[in-house]
């Protein structure tokens, strides 16, 4: 998804990492994942409801689903970069960090 719209794959990934450990869904429950500081981050990247729920149905993502969650992500790396994620930068900014 990120290399179709000239998106560095290699740091989208390290975000997704970073975010919720590359996972959409808590394996054990099956529920969607959610920010332990802020329950309205949402998924693998961590999508905020109250700052991104209707832009992003707006566009056509759902960010409830895997697919959904990364395409607006994608989306807003392209459009935005990286100023989203600030919280989480000195994980993915860390080039130790091999994903």
């Avoid at 290399?3 to 054990?28: M, N, T, Y």
């Avoid at 990247?45 to 729920?53: D, G, S």
Wanted: proline share 3%.
């Amino acid at each position: 998804a990120a290399r179709a719209i000239d998106v560095d794959d290699a740091l989208a990934r390290k975000i997704a990492f970073c975010e919720s450990s590359l996972k959409q869904f808590d394996p054990k429950t099956g529920t969607l994942i959610r920010g332990v500081y802020n329950q309205r981050d949402t998924g693998l990247f961590q999508i905020n409801e109250k700052y991104h729920l209707a832009r992003s149905k707006e566009l056509g993502y759902d960010i409830y689903t895997t697919d959904g969650n990364i395409a607006y992500a994608m989306y807003l790396l392209s459009k935005e970069g990286t100023k989203h994620w600030y919280w989480s930068k000195p994980c993915w900014s860390n080039p130790e960090l091999k994903v």
